[in-house]
């Protein structure tokens, strides 16, 4: 019997979070330049123009996914907002039981239910929004503000800046490990390449988003 399938993103979702994901991994490695010894020779010179170059591209490359899927798909976007800021005891829960229980062995035990997004989503989209909101503020400041603001706002502005790069870059990774390799979530990157998940996932993983689905919409619909 043929697995069957349900619609998790649409097209235009995917799009926006494969050009966010570029967009970002270019700013990483760029703002990296800074950090690591061994390419200290790309922050200076030629090469340090060409990576600022590229640093500002790619953040250029953020705000236009962004953009994109307001000008395009504000209702999504308003509804995934709202449920990705919602936290309830429910939540709390999750978040306290899952990573050190679930995540390890399996065992979904007193769990409480997920909805389109779990708890652990829900924070990793709260970081990055609020993560980029300041990386944006502190890199425009920092950017166009030499000589036009005080010296401590600009210092402040790069300290601000260096911690939500390292916040954010570090919820990335937990993300990229989470649905590429992790034995129990890796099959949700069908999700961000086809748009669909497999109903045995979405019933496990999102169980009351599932019956939303299925009892609703129905399993063809955008969700």
């Not at 966010?20 to 123009?49: D, S």
């Not at 395009?72 to 709202?82: A, H």
């Not at 669909?196 to 169980?207: I, L």
């Amino acid at each position: 019997m043929s697995e069957r399938w349900i619609r998790r993103f649409t097209p235009l979702q995917q799009a926006g979070h494969w050009i966010f994901a570029l967009a970002f991994i270019l700013t990483m490695i760029t703002g990296a330049f800074l950090y690591v010894p061994a390419f200290a020779a790309y922050a200076i010179g030629l090469a340090g123009e060409a990576s600022r170059f590229l640093h500002r591209l790619g953040a250029a490359g953020l705000f236009f996914a962004v953009l994109l899927y307001a000008l395009f798909g504000l209702p999504l976007l308003i509804r995934d907002m709202r449920e990705v800021f919602s936290f309830n005891a429910g939540d709390r829960k999750w978040l306290a039981t899952a990573p050190w229980r679930y995540y390890w062995t399996g065992d979904r035990t007193g769990l409480p239910e997920e909805g389109r997004y779990n708890p652990g989503q829900k924070l990793t989209y709260r970081i990055q929004v609020v993560g980029f909101v300041v990386l944006a503020v502190t890199g425009l400041i920092m950017w166009l503000g030499v000589g036009l603001v005080p010296a401590g706002l600009l210092q402040a502005s790069l300290i601000l800046h260096d911690i939500a790069f390292l916040v954010v870059t570090g919820f990335f990774f937990v993300h990229l490990y989470l649905s590429t390799l992790h034995p129990l979530t890796k099959p949700s990157i069908t999700a961000m390449v086809t748009g669909e998940v497999t109903e045995e996932y979405a019933r496990e993983h999102h169980p009351r988003w599932y019956r939303e689905v299925t009892e609703g919409a129905g399993s063809g619909q955008s969700t």
